[in-house]
């Protein structure tokens, strides 16, 4: 890393920090774990080599993330197929046995419907509620207009309304992310 402006220890934190996120992101957008893997990788080997480009007083994620869709639209552009959605990635909790396993299948529902939306939508779904983006870092991650956002968001939450899985539990835009 002798190269690059970048401390391999802060390095090895960003990584540690954002790697899984970018993972999950990338493999909700492309439905691929092999195209997430290179997305992922991709992503801080240009993200570290152009990291004298970083503002360090904005926060890392929006930046991160703008480079993976980046990668992964040029990635899909080339490739122009995708594989079919694997699986959502756990995260730990203490819940009981039973619980876990009905949550997993709600989520695993929940993807699959998302997997079904147009690409535009399913990027603004999985920045806004996956990686927890509010709608305005959503927006400049993308590169579209907060309106453009909005629209896009609310289309694909009307389309997964629709889905009568979900008509008894809709997905509410997250207060305070707007």
């Given at each position: ?8 220890r802060?390095a090895r ?14 493999l ?7 195209m ?9 080997l240009?993200a ?10 904005r ?5 991160l ?6 990668i992964?639209?040029?990635m899909?552009?080339?490739l122009r197929?995708?594989?079919?959605f694997?699986?959502v ?14 949550d ?14 147009s690409?535009k939508?399913?990027?603004?779904i ?14 400049e991650?993308?590169?579209i207009?907060?309106g453009?956002?909005?629209s ?6 009307e389309?997964?309304?629709?889905n009568?899985?979900?008509v ?5 835009v997250?207060e305070?992310r707007?």
């Amino acid at each position: 890393m002798k190269d690059h402006p970048i401390m391999q220890r802060q390095a090895r934190k960003i990584f540690e920090d954002h790697s899984s996120y970018i993972y999950g992101v990338a493999l909700m957008i492309t439905k691929s774990p092999a195209m997430a893997d290179d997305v992922t990788q991709e992503t801080f080997l240009r993200a570290f080599g152009k990291y004298h480009l970083y503002d360090s007083s904005r926060p890392i994620r929006p930046w991160l993330y703008r480079i993976a869709i980046n990668i992964t639209r040029s990635m899909q552009r080339k490739l122009r197929w995708q594989s079919l959605f694997g699986y959502v990635p756990e995260r730990e909790s203490g819940d009981s046995l039973e619980h876990i396993i009905l949550d997993h299948e709600r989520h695993a529902e929940l993807w699959e419907a998302v997997s079904g939306l147009s690409k535009k939508q399913r990027e603004v779904i999985t920045l806004h509620y996956y990686a927890e983006l509010p709608l305005r870092e959503t927006a400049e991650t993308l590169g579209i207009s907060i309106g453009t956002c909005k629209s896009r968001l609310n289309a694909a939450l009307e389309k997964l309304r629709s889905n009568c899985h979900f008509v008894s539990n809709p997905l509410p835009v997250k207060e305070g992310r707007k």
